[in-house]
Nanobody, 122 residues
């Protein structure tokens, strides 16, 4: 299983970006994590393969939206009202078997993309 994330870049504070990830498709839950320099990898959002259950990091609710298009094997992360503290490398992840309590734990995810850098300037 290979994941390919894209869509990162440089944006001013208050701006928006949409990240995309080509995933394995049906049967896999998909998630987004981020990792800022010197910090641990942090859960951002996750979505079940059928889109039925969506989970966000509490601190990001209302600004970030995860979605997926199963027909295209794509998962998206729409990021609005970006802040300098959102600067990080963003990773997409996939898991065939993961329960709700494990979503926020990086080691629970089976497959990872290479990451895409998001830089938010003040």
């Amino acid at each position: 299983v290979q994941l390919q994330a894209s869509g990162g870049g440089l944006v001013q504070a208050g701006g928006s970006l949409r990240l995309s990830c080509v995933g394995p498709g049906r049967g896999y839950s998909m998630g987004w994590f981020r990792q800022a320099p010197g910090k641990d990898r942090e859960f951002v959002a996750a979505i079940r393969w059928n889109g039925g259950t969506i989970t966000y990091a509490d601190s990001l609710k209302g600004r970030f939206t995860i979605s997926r298009d199963i027909t295209k094997n794509m998962v998206y992360l729409q990021m609005n009202s970006l802040k300098p503290e959102d600067t990080a490398v963003y990773y997409c992840a996939a898991a065939s078997r993961i329960i709700l309590s494990q979503l926020r734990i990086p080691s629970s995810w089976e497959y990872w993309g290479q990451g895409t850098l998001v830089t938010v300037s003040s």
